[in-house]
């Protein structure tokens, strides 16, 4: 396109940020769509402008993480831009709005959408925000405000306690009861003992006893039945609690690997362990201080308008203003305490990242880059949190102030009346007493808010797992697989991550017992193809069956039992040697781990370990050499005898003798099974009975290695690359040992004689 000097058009219709230049490189440019133009701004603002007519099409395609878009005409392309899949949907965003361009130029008088047209949600047709594929609309309905009611949800978790909470209820009612006792006796002790005492009439010793007596028996009995009721309910909470995590933390584990794609590792740890924390002492303590201050304020009521109505109205003045500020500051609570979870879960995300990748972080001395991510994370959690508390710090006072006034006007009216004799002092006393229990009360109430909403924020997190459905769904009519041949047919299957098509229309036939060898480029789908197999995603189309029948039709954990993993990367626990071998046959015998050991050709290295095979292995399998970690993960896979086998790139992390001993490992591995392979290394391949060639999602080749050869096509130019790759590396290595073997020239020659 030629540089221009024009003015910019006011706002684009669509803009994409190119970060890739055609090398590949990172660079950054603007990409925008004017109505009948389309620009592409570079970083030092020159711009380059490509009028829009008929016949001019974008093209969008995408491999191995890189999308490309290609501007062509009838004849020929006109210009290209490059850019990671990060900026995909702004790119799709631009060939939408082109191909409305194009439309409205080449069918003007058509019923084409105008200049200003705009997209419509796909879901609700509502209509779509300029330069946005999210509908607000729907967005609002997923951002979902946490509101109280979620605590009701938690019933499904109380219900198996359901008559210890009845009885914790019940202790409550009668602890509360006993507690309302003493002031109701200081009504006689008043007005029968120490107003007439005062006037000169001698105290009845024993009526003094009895009711001294009652006090001491009330106050006892308020305080056993309490300790009962706070150590059952205590109990009955934690228990929910457990409950509640271990649900949460199977249901995580059941769900697909899309969802964990999706999540970041400390808000997952956040949730299930700090929320569900925070649940607990929610349900032991401030539920059931809410739940006494109901029956206190309902009983205290009941108690006031039985002494004097008149008075007990007086009393209840400032509630319409207490409720008022909690219905005024509960949304606002509500709200920021869900901001709070989500900015807490950012701060375990920075630790959940840097401690297991520390060796990383020192490598690159990146202590103070972060220090600095931590010091952000905590900044934005100490904002949100002021600003919560500068709400919460206006409002409890205002609470406290609302209820001291309160009292003073109980004073003043019970003053009043007592002048005019209509009720006595020990009468007014006995308000006092109990407007300070049912202010107190009130007051507690008023604070509960916080917690309420905290757990709210914290239990709709929790909820938001569990009402996470699985990608990867259990059959409800499931099918047993009592014997498995180990048989894989593929039939016109396709699969997408999200907006991007990873695999296409692909078939293909695996016998039982054979062994087959996945290659091609790096993002031609093997991988995914794998993850298929096993079933850690599900298919977009098409089925795979195992031996005649769709996978999708077995239990998951059934059908997983039958497929042995050798990873890249193999991942150990923390734990022996002995229970890491044996992590997928817990109940195996010493005897099984020790022969599953020496077929992976581990046993010689496991003794040399200083407690053998029990000894510990670190997180990550650290103290372990990746070649070591790689057979003990074989000798798992081993351990389990699986029908099918899948070798992800086994040996392209470890160096020749290494990868030798792996081989010889692998060669024990594979026999009799059904076996997939991908590695990165061709020649590591030539044992496969049939090579599956893939490129861009599709497999393009099949057969042999001397038959795929002989074909040249797109096997033989995989192979020639990597040959002529090795041939220069060999060379290299040759001119190294040459210099270093030849005699060096002398810095200071002598002259010779």
């Known amino acids: 396109m030629p540089p221009v000097s024009t003015p910019s058009p006011a706002a684009p219709l669509a803009r994409l940020t190119v970060d890739l230049d055609e090398a590949g490189h990172f660079a950054r440019s603007e990409l925008e769509l004017h109505p009948g133009l389309l620009r592409h701004r570079q970083a030092d603002g020159t711009a380059h402008d490509q009028p829009l007519r008929a016949g001019l099409a974008l093209r969008h395609t995408d491999h191995a993480g890189v999308a490309t878009l290609s501007l062509h005409d009838e004849h020929q392309r006109l210009a290209s831009w490059r850019f990671t899949l990060a900026q995909n949907p702004a790119a799709l965003r631009l060939v939408r709005q082109f191909d409305r361009q194009i439309a409205m130029l080449q069918a003007p008088q058509a019923d084409a959408p105008g200049e200003d047209a705009p997209l419509l949600c796909p879901t609700c047709q509502s209509v779509l925000p300029p330069e946005s594929d999210d509908c607000e609309t729907c967005a609002r ?240 959690n100490l904002a949100v949190n002021d600003r ?109 991550y999200g907006n991007r098509s990873v695999i296409r229309n692909l078939d293909l036939d695996i016998r039982p017992g054979e062994m087959i060898g996945l290659v091609g480029h790096s993002g031609s789908g093997k991988s995914t193809l794998v993850n298929l197999i096993c079933r850690f995603y599900d298919v977009s189309a098409g089925s795979i069956q195992l031996d005649g029948t769709d996978i999708r039709r077995f239990r998951v954990a059934d059908y997983r039992r039958h497929i042995g993993l050798v990873l890249q990367e193999p991942f150990l626990f923390f734990g022996t040697v002995a229970e890491n071998i044996a992590y997928g046959k817990p109940g195996a015998t010493r005897a099984e781990i020790v022969a599953a050991a020496r077929a992976a050709h581990a046993h010689d290295f496991i003794l040399r370990l200083p407690q053998g095979y029990d000894s510990l292995v670190g997180e990550r399998g650290q103290g372990l050499s990746g070649g070591e970690r790689q057979r003990i993960s074989i000798a798992r896979a081993l351990l389990i005898d699986p029908h099918i086998l899948i070798l992800d790139e086994a040996t392209s992390a470890v160096d020749t003798e290494t990868e030798k001993e792996i081989q010889k490992a692998l060669d024990n591995l594979v026999q009799g099974r059904t076996t997939i392979a991908i590695a990165h290394r061709l020649s590591t391949l030539r044992k496969a009975d049939r090579l599956v060639v893939m490129d861009r999602g599709e497999v393009v080749e099949v057969g042999p290695h001397d038959e795929l050869i002989a074909r040249q096509g797109h096997y033989w130019r995989l192979y020639e690359a990597q040959a002529r790759q090795a041939a220069e590396e060999d060379a290299e290595h040759e001119d190294a040992l040459l210099a270093r073997h030849l005699p060096q020239p002398s810095a200071h020659p002598t002259a010779q004689n």
Do not use: C
């Open 141 to 380: 309905e997923r951002a979902e405000v946490p509101s109280t009611w979620v605590l009701l949800r938690l019933w499904r978790f109380a219900r198996p306690y359901r008559w210890q909470l009845l009885t914790g209820f019940l202790l409550t009612l009668a602890s509360t009861a006993a507690t309302l006792v003493p002031p109701y006796l200081t009504i006689p002790l008043m007005d029968d003992v120490l107003i007439p005492f005062q006037n000169g009439q001698r105290i009845d010793t024993a009526y003094v006893t009895l009711l001294l007596s009652g006090l001491l028996g009330a106050g006892l009995l308020a305080w056993a039945l309490g300790w009962a009721r706070t150590w059952l309910l205590a109990l009955v909470s934690e228990r929910i609690a457990a409950d509640l995590r271990t649900s949460a933390f199977d249901h995580l584990l059941g769900l697909s690997l899309d969802y964990f794609g999706a999540k970041r590792t400390g808000d997952l740890m956040a949730r299930i362990g700090s929320e569900t924390d925070r649940l607990s002492v929610f349900l032991s303590l401030h539920a059931l201080d809410f739940l006494t201050d109901v029956l206190m304020l309902g009983m205290t009521s009941v108690i006031l308008f039985s002494i004097n109505p008149w008075l007990a109205l007086v009393t209840l003045l400032p509630l319409p203003f207490i409720a008022w500020m909690i219905h005024l500051v509960r949304d606002r609570l509500r709200t920021g305490f869900e901001k709070v979870d989500r900015v807490w879960g950012d701060v375990t995300n920075v630790l959940a990242d840097t401690i297991p990748g520390i060796r990383v972080v020192k490598a690159f001395a990146q202590e103070k880059r972060e220090s600095d991510r931590f010091k952000e994370a905590n900044t934005q």
């Open 388 to 496: 919560i508390n500068k709400t919460w710090s206006l409002f409890s006072p205002t609470v406290t102030l609302l209820t001291d006034v309160g009292l003073l006007v109980v004073w003043a009216f019970g003053i009043w009346q007592i002048s005019k004799g209509d009720i006595t002092v020990g009468v007014l006393t006995a308000f006092i007493a109990y407007i300070g229990r049912f202010y107190g009360r009130l007051d507690s109430m008023s604070r509960i808010v916080s917690v309420t909403q905290k757990a709210a924020a914290g239990a709709k997190r929790i909820f938001d797992i569990l009402d996470h459905v699985s990608n990867v769904p259990e059959p409800s009519d499931p099918v047993d697989a009592p014997t498995v041949k180990g048989g894989l047919s593929m039939r016109d299957i396709a699969f997408r």
